[in-house]
């Protein structure tokens, strides 16, 4: 059997589309319809005219894709894609922190699950944080899970970040040190670095742009090469994208294993027996809605 012929003809039978994150396995990339960051990929949707949606990419994202269209079936193609980040924050973070800073908004990741982000004020993605922490007319914001981004927020707006939950990050991004930077600069004098805002601060202050990975995608024309600091596939993406320019990833451990665990064979699967289905509690989804909706608004 030939997947990727399989995986053609039942979207085609099923009225189904593939989205696929920035960060997925480049013959997952290639069978998309959309590629992008989370955001990117739950707004395109919203008016295609697709009955199921397959979201490759962790659990968060196809949540947010499901809150954003309630009415389509949205389906996750194996359990073990899941964002270790996004599970570090419980609502209890946020009721504690709440309780101490009572006066404070609640500004959420989109990077978060739609339990948490129920609880949110509004959700932010890397690349519109600060512009929306600057709005907001509370000098101190409770910010989470991200400790890395909320410092950045913290830099750019000069406002007082309250970051929950305590050491909250991202695994893959934390792996870059100074000592990637470093053999950076040696190894491709003529090169920019673009660098994830989920990385360290130190290896921030090295960086020649801050950038989500849609940020990658959309400024990489401002120069001819680039080393890439975040999961190691955005390379495959930024390759492909520009095959007249170089990207080199700057640490090829980088690897996120939630997003590494889908396989076109999961696709396949996920297509034939329509699994497995992200729902959402409407009381939750109502709630998330506003925050994300809030996000849309503020960002604009
Ligand atoms: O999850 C990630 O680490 C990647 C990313 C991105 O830049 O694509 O941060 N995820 C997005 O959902 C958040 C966008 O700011
Ligand atoms: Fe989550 Fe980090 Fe993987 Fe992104 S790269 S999905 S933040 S664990």
Request: negative net charge; glycine residues 4%.
């Amino acid at each position: 059997m030939n997947l990727v012929e399989e995986i053609m003809r039942l979207k085609e039978e099923k009225n189904a589309i593939i989205l696929a994150h920035n960060y997925q396995l480049p013959e997952i990339q290639d069978i998309a319809d959309f590629l992008g960051d989370s955001l990117e990929l739950a707004r395109k949707v919203v008016n295609v005219d697709a009955d199921i949606i397959v979201f490759a990419g962790v659990d968060f994202m196809a949540e947010t894709a499901k809150i954003l269209n309630p009415n389509k079936k949205v389906l996750l193609p194996t359990r073990r894609a899941t964002c270790a980040m996004a599970h570090m924050l419980k609502v209890e973070h946020i009721l504690e922190a709440k309780e101490k800073y009572p006066d404070a908004p609640v500004v959420l990741y989109i990077n978060t699950m739609a339990e948490t982000k129920a609880y949110a004020d509004v959700t932010v993605t890397s690349g519109n944080a600060a512009r929306i922490v600057e709005k907001l007319e509370a000098d101190t914001v409770i910010f989470g899970p991200d400790n890395n981004l909320a410092y950045y927020v913290a830099k750019k707006t000069g406002k007082r970040i309250i970051p929950i939950p305590e050491g909250g990050h991202c695994y893959v991004h934390k792996k870059f040190t100074l000592e990637d930077v470093r053999r950076a600069r040696k190894e491709y004098p003529n090169a920019k670095l673009m660098i994830h805002p989920e990385c360290n601060p130190e290896v921030q202050e090295q960086a020649d742009l801050i950038v989500s990975t849609g940020g990658m995608v959309r400024n990489a024309c401002q120069h001819d090469e680039w080393v890439v600091f975040t999961e190691k596939e955005m390379v495959y993406r930024l390759q492909k994208l520009y095959p007249d320019k170089n990207f080199y990833p700057a640490n090829e451990d980088a690897l996120c294993i939630g997003m590494k665990s889908i396989t076109l064979k999961h696709i396949y699967e996920a297509l034939r027996d329509e699994k497995y289905e992200i729902e959402v509690p409407e009381e939750i989804a109502i709630k998330a809605k506003k925050a994300i909706e809030r996000m849309l608004e503020m960002s604009k």
